[in-house]
């Protein structure tokens, strides 16, 4: 196989949980430009609504759903619809998440002070809802004996981060479900994998970097390579898990940080 076709995605079909807006959208994008027929799930109906028409005008395959994933009977049928339709179901990127507000080293951000509300709608939604897009992706990838099941885990889920504890446990749960799920799904030759964004200027946590470039300089300084990373970074590994180059990569939490991990050595 050329180097060329083993990026193709061309008649397949792909799922994209929280697509509407960074990371995620930025995944979408590079599938559907190689080929794949689209569909974003996401909560926000008016991101959902003006990128599908964008990327429509593109001329790529793309449709949209509002989907909260912790509503697990939404999710369910909206995978389902997008299975019975094409016939089939690829690629599916359980990406959906949000942030977990105050830091642990805040004073509303200490495990004593902590609303429990607020940490449980993390999980239902980082944890659960990830867990559940596996679910329901696998039910239709089995049968077919090909999938592609890339979840978004974080730097903050493999390290002691300073971000809120829901978000770092969620995230780590999420390195962790990669392992037994890539068990299970080989003999059936569906491959997961997750990727661990560092550093990257994003709208999670209400799009406070947008709004303080003081924050992304302070960034910065703990990366190797002195700046953040833009969603667009995020395209080559998301297509290199997605498509046919994968082919023996699977059960690996891949870290995609510009070197920051390493800056915790000094």
């Known amino acids: ?63 949209g759903a509002v989907v909260d994933v912790a509503q697990f009977d939404q999710l369910e049928a909206a995978i389902g619809d997008v299975a019975k339709k094409y016939g089939r179901l690829d690629v599916c990127f359980a990406n959906a ?76 749960a999420i390195a962790h479900l990669v392992a037994p799920l890539a068990r299970q799904l080989g003999p059936h030759n569906v491959l997961v994998n997750a990727i661990a964004p560092g550093p990257f200027i994003t709208n999670i946590g209400g799009g406070y970097l947008h709004e303080n470039p003081d924050a992304i300089e302070r960034f910065a300084r703990t990366v190797p390579l002195n700046r953040m990373a833009e969603p667009e970074e995020m395209k080559g590994l998301a297509l290199l898990l997605a498509s046919p180059a994968s082919s023996f990569i699977t059960g690996s939490v891949i870290v995609i940080d510009g070197g920051s991990s390493h800056m915790r050595l000094f």
């Open 1 to 63: 196989m050329k180097a060329n076709q083993m990026f193709d995605l061309a008649g397949r079909v792909g799922v994209v949980t929280g697509g509407a807006s960074g990371i995620g959208l930025a995944m979408a994008e590079v599938i559907a430009e190689h080929g794949c027929a689209v569909t974003i799930l996401d909560a926000s109906a008016a991101a959902l609504s003006r990128e599908v028409a964008r990327m429509g005008a593109l001329g790529w395959s793309v449709e």
């Open 97 to 172: 998440g949000v942030g977990g507000g105050a830091g642990i080293f805040t004073p509303a951000g200490g495990i004593e002070a902590m609303s429990l509300e607020a940490y449980h709608r993390v999980i239902a939604i980082n944890q659960n809802g990830a867990f559940a897009t596996a679910k329901f992706a696998a039910q239709h990838m089995i049968p077919r004996r090909y999938g592609r099941i890339i979840l978004t885990a974080s730097v903050a889920g493999l390290f002691a981060e300073g971000t809120s504890y829901s978000y770092g446990m969620s995230k780590a």
